[in-house]
């Protein structure tokens, strides 16, 4: 599951227009990203795994009936008085079945905002894709594509092309089985033993899904974050790297090890980079993944926290420049379903509760927060962003980006994890990061 919520500034004349402004903005979606209007299923070419499978539609009518279907519009209420109250109604039930795409449009709040927000499946778009995808909306909503005819009928045409069409087949001498990069991909991919990691408080299913979200004051949010900046420089790592180390660290703080475990322990990580043919108005996740073991004794003979957090990080920052040093990255997803197709019943996961820490980057650089329309007759102002990010239902999300010079950083979690646990854990982190300052 995945979620993205931001603000609009009241510069339409009604919720009306602003609606009126999005359908079209979503019949121009479908047509440059029809990957957004697709079912995944079975049996189309395997019997387990689901095939993406696009239904064209032949004129403007039927694509603005699938629009009307994907929006939702909400004002606000005495129940739901404000945009938070509404997500956390909304995520309160998951997709319908078959469905994997919906757009709420909410509003306007007391302080005469609205709420964009898009609800959509992991699979179709996450992170980077996801804030793509309010960049694209925002962009089309203030400056609509009108008397453009759209060739229905042929949109199928700009479906996601796949790795090996944009990017040719593999390279030459590129052999799946010898080549190093495969070989460490299954090494690591075969470890028999569990990340190191923390354990919710109740075993079994989540019954809601709690969401804990945590970040530095806005009085020293600048100020900590150039702090956190310029060492991070200083020593010649970045935040992503500064803060997949304070992370490690955390988790062994809070959850720490006798010296004989801790010697053969580990931390996993799942990093995901955007591919180099991926563009802005195509939904959907077009990433490249490698998996990032953090062996102990990369840092645990060293004495204090900070030495331990620039260790991992310079461990980091190796493991990501050979990653992508290798010019067939692009290709290893592909690879990886490869050496380990999905068959079967899934059995235990050994990492089920492992912590992931994803770096959104600058959100600014992705999405402006001022859209002017080319009369300039309207203009978005985006006042804040919230994201939502799920993967799995045990896992334990972090997310960190930068906004407007502002460093943010949560967690998310299912009720299976006890909140306050969860807070000291995010605290940890944020102290561990700022033990290099």
């Known amino acids: 599951m995945v979620m993205t919520n931001f603000y609009l500034e009241r510069h339409f004349r009604s919720l009306e227009a602003i609606e009126e402004r999005l ?155 010898s080549s190093e990069t495969p070989a460490e991909i299954k090494r690591k991919n075969g470890t028999g033993k569990a990340s190191h990691l923390r354990e919710p408080i109740y075993d079994g299913c989540a019954l809601n899904s709690r969401s804990l979200l945590m970040h530095f004051g806005h009085n020293e949010n600048e100020t900590t974050t150039s702090r956190l900046v310029q060492a991070a420089r200083s020593e010649g790592i970045s935040i992503t790297h500064l803060f997949e ?95 380990y197709p999905l068959r079967g019943p899934l059995g235990v996961d050994i990492n089920a509760n492992t912590g992931e820490i994803l770096g959104l980057g600058i959100i600014d650089n992705k999405l402006p927060l001022v859209w002017r329309s080319s009369d300039g007759h309207h203009t978005i102002r985006i006042n804040d962003v919230h994201l939502g990010l799920r993967q799995c239902n045990k896992r334990p999300m972090v997310h960190l980006w930068t906004l407007e010079g502002k460093l943010r950083i949560q967690i998310q979690a299912s009720d299976v994890w006890d909140e306050s646990y969860l807070a000291r854990f995010l605290d940890e982190v944020i102290q561990c990061a700022l033990s290099i300052c």
């Open 245 to 339: 180390a304070a992370h490690a660290i955390a988790t062994y703080t809070i959850e720490p090890l006798s010296a004989e475990e801790l010697a053969e322990s580990h931390v996993r990580y799942f990093p995901s980079i955007k591919a180099p043919y991926d563009k802005r108005e195509l939904v959907g996740n077009v990433n490249t993944a490698f998996t990032q073991i953090i062996p102990a004794k990369v840092h645990c003979d060293k004495t204090t926290v900070r030495d331990r957090v620039l260790a991992i990080a310079q461990e980091v920052k190796n493991n990501y420049r050979a990653f992508i040093a290798n010019p067939q990255h692009p290709l290893m997803e592909a690879t990886l379903i490869k050496l």
């Open 23 to 177: 359908l079209a903005a979503l019949i121009r979606l479908r047509y440059y990203s029809p990957l957004v209007a697709a079912q995944p299923q079975k049996g189309i070419h395997d019997n387990e795994l689901r095939s993406w499978v696009y239904t064209p539609v032949f004129d403007n009518q039927a694509a603005a009936s699938w629009a009307r279907k994907v929006l939702t519009v909400k004002a606000s209420t005495k129940q739901l008085p404000d945009a938070e109250s509404h997500v956390c109604d909304i995520l309160s039930q998951p997709l319908p079945p078959n469905e994997i795409f919906q757009v709420h449009l909410i509003g306007p709040h007391q302080d005469g905002q609205f709420t964009l927000f898009t609800y959509k499946s992991h699979a179709l778009a996450e992170g980077q894709s996801a804030i793509d995808l309010l960049a694209t909306l925002s962009d089309w909503i203030i400056n609509p594509d009108a008397g453009v005819d759209l060739t229905w009928g042929e949109e199928w045409h700009n479906l996601l092309p796949g790795t090996n069409v944009t990017l040719g087949r593999e390279k030459e001498k590129w052999d799946m089985e």
